[in-house]
């Protein structure tokens, strides 16, 4: 087996080197529900890197969802009592929107993903601090378990987080190997001229990638909520850089085509073991996100199709 036919099995393979290292470390780490809870915990990271993968994979990046997951916290806070349960569909459906407009921004008015995504996302952490008035606001106990109690726990001693992620990856792959959208993605990520020139509107599909983000990273924002009972526009602080990475040490290239949301759900675990590693290894919280963005750095450079990316600006 040549280079090029492992390459596509490396993400599983750094897994389970990276599981094998923890588990020298303390054996404890190998036990099946000390593995559920690990996957439980990154299920909220797993649901915003998910929405990332569809942009990553026409080729794009989505630099909002942190933000949309903070804004969503707060306006899940604030709509539980005039809508209950339906605040969910409502803080998913403005997620959903604020990715159209970022997607809107990128293919109409020809801006670069990264420098729409990014103003995008200044509007929606302006809009969770306004609603906030920039301070951490609190469910009633009550409420939200009326109306959220069903994302919280374990059933059958699985945690509720980790089968909304399960859903949402069988959605995601339905939506990649069975869609005519996920078949349009791949053909824009493997060569959008070629895409357009075949006479799909590469826009539409474009606007749909960043929607379906935005959304996911409601999503998240939502189980953050519910998990620490409250919002505040501020409370994912720091989720975006291991999202991404994520998404590329799974497999997902930045300019991408190849991958998808199951390269990710593979990516999301290698951060979590990581991260156990580094707290059995002492690295202090601080140091984290350097790391992290080290990792960011070599998954690029070693995933990135080089044949369509000719100068480097």
Same mark, same amino acid.
């Given at each position: 087996m040549n280079l090029d036919k492992l390459k596509k099995h490396f993400p599983w393979i750094t897994l389970v080197v990276l599981a094998i290292f923890v588990g020298l470390l303390?054996?404890?780490?190998?036990?099946?529900?000390?593995?559920?809870q690990l996957a439980g915990d990154i299920s909220t990271l797993f649901i915003m890197a998910l929405g990332i993968t569809f942009?990553?994979?026409?080729?794009?990046?989505?630099?909002?969802?942190?933000?949309?997951?903070?804004?969503?916290?707060?306006?899940?806070?604030?709509?539980?009592?005039?809508?209950?349960?339906f605040a969910a569909l409502a803080c998913i459906a403005i997620g959903a929107v604020f990715g159209l407009v970022s997607g809107f921004v990128s293919t109409r008015l020809k801006v670069p993903s990264f420098i729409?995504?990014?103003?995008?996302?200044? @509007?929606?952490?302006? @809009?969770?601090?306004?609603?906030?008035?920039?301070?951490?606001?609190?469910?009633?106990?009550?409420?939200?378990?009326?109306?959220?109690?069903?994302?919280?726990?374990?059933?059958?001693?699985?945690p509720r987080?980790?089968?909304?992620?399960? +859903?949402?990856? +069988?959605?995601?792959?339905?939506?990649?190997?069975?869609? +005519?959208?996920?078949? @349009?993605?791949?053909?824009?990520?493997?060569?959008?001229?070629?895409?357009?020139?075949?006479?799909?509107?590469?826009?539409?599909?474009?606007?749909?990638?960043?929607?379906?983000?935005?959304?996911?990273?409601?999503?998240?924002?939502?189980?953050?909520?519910?998990?620490?009972?409250?919002g505040s526009p501020v409370i994912a602080n720091g989720f975006l850089l291991?999202?991404?990475?994520?998404?590329? +040490?799974?497999?997902?290239?930045?300019?991408?085509?190849v991958g998808g949301v199951l390269n990710t759900a593979i990516g999301a675990l290698i951060v979590a073991v990581v991260r156990t590693s580094m707290l059995y290894l002492d690295v202090p919280a601080t140091a984290q996100q350097?790391?992290?963005?080290?990792?960011l750095i070599v998954a690029i450079a070693l995933t990135i199709d080089r044949s369509k990316v000719r100068t480097v600006k």
């Open positions: 303390d054996p404890n780490f190998l036990r099946p529900e000390n593995l559920l942009v990553i994979y026409i080729g794009g990046i989505d630099l909002s969802a942190q933000s949309v997951a903070n804004m969503t916290t707060v306006l899940a806070t604030l709509l539980l009592p005039l809508m209950g349960g729409a995504t990014l103003a995008v996302g200044g @509007v929606a952490l302006s @809009v969770g601090q306004y609603a906030s008035g920039q301070k951490a606001l609190y469910m009633d106990a009550a409420m939200r378990e009326q109306a959220f109690g069903w994302m919280t726990g374990n059933i059958a001693g699985l987080e980790m089968l909304i992620a399960a +859903v949402l990856l +069988v959605i995601g792959l339905v939506i990649e190997r069975r869609m +005519v959208v996920g078949r @349009v993605l791949k053909a824009i990520g493997a060569g959008e001229l070629a895409a357009s020139a075949s006479g799909l509107n590469v826009d539409r599909y474009k606007m749909i990638a960043f929607s379906m983000s935005g959304a996911c990273a409601a999503i998240a924002g939502l189980l953050f909520a519910v998990k620490l009972s409250g291991p999202a991404i990475v994520a998404v590329l +040490v799974g497999g997902t290239p930045l300019t991408g085509g350097i790391f992290f963005g080290l990792v």
